[in-house]
């Protein structure tokens, strides 16, 4: 009878601890699930990358950064094995102002006084590596698009001032006129006949990292465009852009052989032809297999392409290799073999070649 008491007072004290571990499960819980969440989050998309401030103060970067031409920059990323992704004109050009070192806990790239050209993504990521192979850490990346204005130039140079642009229908197409301002004004325009095509954010959009993009090239778009920049100023035309149609679908490639004789004399000249009909942007690689190949017997081979265009805009890139064997005799009869391979796949041909 005296133990029942007991537990009947008891209730009201575990009522009270009740309240505490609750309490303590509600008060840690949400909190400790957000911070796992973000860290997780954080995890996937953690920026190694740094910019250098003055008397030696750090900043993260932002998606995108706005400099003033001229100005040097330094960036730092963290990490042992470090490597770095910037516009490819730099390497093209091999700029002596761009340096880039591996330190013991950091890579650092340096761009002395950068010029409107230098506009574009500088990104860095750690590399794991086992043994001699090397993969990208994925959790461990930086990136920023910099802007380096110049009121001068306000798209970014190019090296021509003519560039061709393919309309393929089964992807996008660019015109790469990029800006150095973000806030300019852009409008894309036609030659002939001489008008502003509307940008509706669906089919044709503008990314200011990119340029203008058609999301679905038809033969429609094709002809000549520029762009058109305003930002406190005069307004500023691009250079020019050729839109060609792409009239040859993705696949192996289309390739024809023939010599022209199936029937030499000892003494002859004989030019066998391999050609391809392929996409305007699509390279062509040859092979050939021909008599006599093992014992060194010397050939001259010739390869070469160009653009035609087949009427209705359409344009297809002609690609040839031409074998010639010179002096003919009786051990140069037999099959000549040319395999020609493009991304996708390969395709071989072959034809016959008798001594008359």
């Known amino acids: 009878v005296v133990g029942q008491p007991a537990k009947s007072k008891r209730p009201k004290e575990p009522g009270e601890n009740k ?25 996937k998309s953690q920026s190694i990358l740094m910019q250098v401030m003055d008397k030696g103060r750090f900043q993260k970067l932002a998606a995108t950064l706005s400099l003033s031409a001229g100005q040097s920059i330094e960036l730092r990323c963290k990490g042992s094995n470090v490597t770095w992704n910037y516009p490819s004109y730099l390497d093209t050009f091999k700029d002596s102002r761009l340096s880039i070192k591996q330190l013991d806990r950091y890579g650092q790239l340096i761009l002395a006084n950068s010029t409107a050209a230098d506009t574009g993504e500088y990104s860095c990521w750690l590399q794991l590596c ?119 679908p993705k696949g192996p490639p289309s390739t024809t052989i023939a010599a022209s004789s199936n029937r030499a004399k000892a003494g002859d000249s004989v030019r066998v032809t391999c050609t391809v009909l392929g996409e305007p942007d699509v390279d062509v690689n040859f092979r050939w297999q021909y008599p006599w190949q093992e014992s060194e017997r010397p050939v001259i081979i010739q390869n070469f392409w160009r653009l035609i265009n087949r009427g209705a805009g359409h344009t297809t890139r002609i690609s040839k290799s031409i074998l010639l064997v010179e002096d003919f005799e009786a051990r140069d009869a037999g099959n000549y073999i040319c395999t020609a391979q493009n991304p996708q796949r390969e395709t071989t041909v072959a034809t016959k070649v008798e001594l008359n």
């Open 19 to 43: 309240t505490k571990p609750v309490n303590k499960k509600l008060k840690p819980k949400p909190p400790k699930m957000k911070e796992r969440e973000s860290a997780d989050s954080s995890l």
């Open 130 to 248: 086992d043994g001699n192979s090397c993969r990208k850490d994925e959790t461990k990346t930086g990136s920023t698009y910099i802007f380096f204005t110049d009121k001068e130039d306000l798209f970014v140079p190019t090296p021509s001032y003519f560039e061709i642009v393919y309309l393929n229908p089964d992807k996008p197409a660019v015109i790469p006129c990029r800006v150095t301002t973000p806030s300019a004004k852009v409008t894309l325009h036609r030659e002939f006949p001489a008008e502003e095509i509307e940008t509706d954010g669906t089919d044709i959009i503008y990314d200011v990292k990119k340029g203008f993009i058609y999301q679905h090239p038809t033969s429609d778009h094709k002809g000549i465009v520029y762009c058109k920049a305003e930002s406190q100023g005069a307004p500023q035309i691009s250079i020019k852009y050729h839109l060609l149609y792409v009239e040859v």
